[in-house]
């Protein structure tokens, strides 16, 4: 089993930079390939960014390319996910998830889930 905390989200206004952290207990962190993945009330969740277990692959939605970063600390358990120029339609629930197969992450098919953390943007 792989626990998964999220943290960081807040209200936040257009322009602004955040950082998301999740933190991972359980088995072998760096075993894990960790995606973030948001969603918002009445749509379904999307895809927003994903890394490899060592950190050298990293892959980022259209939506957030050039904007957000996501990064991991395997030697303290946490991925984390740097926002940057954030609009309104950032506004989402956001979740880190664990996975196996890195190339599944894309498709949401991971083995462990997060609760998620709210981020709200003003405009």
């Known amino acids: 089993q792989v626990q998964l905390v999220e943290s960081g989200g807040g209200l936040m206004q257009a322009g602004d930079s955040l950082t998301l952290s999740c933190a991972a207990s359980?088995?072998?962190?760096?075993?894990?390939?960790m995606g973030w993945f948001r969603q918002t009330p009445g749509n379904e969740r999307e895809f927003v960014a994903a890394?490899?277990?060592?950190?050298?692959?990293?892959m980022h939605a259209d939506s957030v390319k050039g904007r957000f970063t996501i990064s991991r600390d395997n030697a303290k358990n946490l991925v984390y996910l740097q926002m940057n120029s954030l609009k309104p339609e950032d506004t989402a629930v956001y979740y880190c998830?664990?996975?196996?197969?890195?190339?599944?992450?894309?498709?949401?098919?991971?083995?462990?889930w997060g609760r998620g953390t709210q981020v709200t943007v003003s405009s």
């Open positions: 998830a664990a996975g196996a197969i890195y190339v599944n992450l894309q498709q949401q098919r991971c083995d462990y």
């Open positions: 359980g088995r072998t962190f760096s075993n894990y390939h």
């Open positions: 890394i490899s277990g060592s950190g050298r692959f990293t």
